[in-house]
């Protein structure tokens, strides 16, 4: 099976590729070849290449898959017009451009899987949502990834499709736990104002793992939130990470320094959203990671 992967330097992508290069075939589609051919120098270059755009895809080729990942990392600058404008189309053009080669033939893949976030669902509270929750809040984070989830829905017809709406991917060394474990390994970590916020995580291993089971089980399409059965307040995911170095969550960061720190991207982190996987489980998936002790576990004593 060959797969066309957007987004396959990015942590999602590189996961999956390590994990899966002996299963499949890949090509990667990338703005610096240079350096994707650097990060995957391990693998044979007979399972793996690399094109910088999608007209460079070989005719002699077939994909029977295509993985899309692509967007610029939404919580590394300033959400000004221009950045907004960045965001978009690193989603929503590469997007349309896949939708486009599907819709002309030109490539045929058995399945479309594209990326989104649980970002769609906006701010909710304590409320328990799955996918069957269609009232989104207003705000930039849910306008953004539901045009992408829009684009992405062209191919319904002409292909298996996939919505996967991510949440906090939890994994060594990169992700989420990269940006924030300093604080608590220095003792100085904590919730985010009343820390009452609901955090819906995932550890990388299923992260991937799910992505695999989309693709091998042909009945499956639609829309399923990647998250973990057990979303956790701010409050409690500070204490388990805190815990993790021997400290306390003893310090807390106020919503209003932050939204002076982070402008916009505040909201992410001062509201949250308490997601359940309800179709990822409906169609058999199995977590090995269910819950955040076990995923911490994993990740600090590996």
Known sequence: MHILITGGTGFIGQAFINTYQADYDFTVLTRDISNAKNIFSHISTDNIRFISQLIELPSA?????????AGSPIMDKMWSVKHKHILESSRWEITQDLVDLISTKTITPEVFISG?????????GAQVIDEKHTEHHPEYASHLCEHWEEIAR?????????????????????GALQKM??????GLGGPIGKGEQYMSWIHIDDMVAAINYVIQNKSISGTFNFTSPNPVTNREFSNKLAACFGKKARFTTPALFLRLLLGERADLIIYGQRVLPTRLLDVGFTFHFDTLDQALSAIYTS
């Open 154 to 174: 062209i191919a319904c017809p002409l292909t298996r499709t996939v919505i996967i709406r991510t949440g906090i991917v939890l994994g060594k060394n990169k």
């Open 181 to 186: 474990e300093l604080p608590f390994k220095l």
């Open 61 to 69: 080729i077939h994909i029977d898959a295509v993985i899309n990942l």
């Open 116 to 124: 989104s976030a649980i970002g769609a669902y906006g701010r909710q």
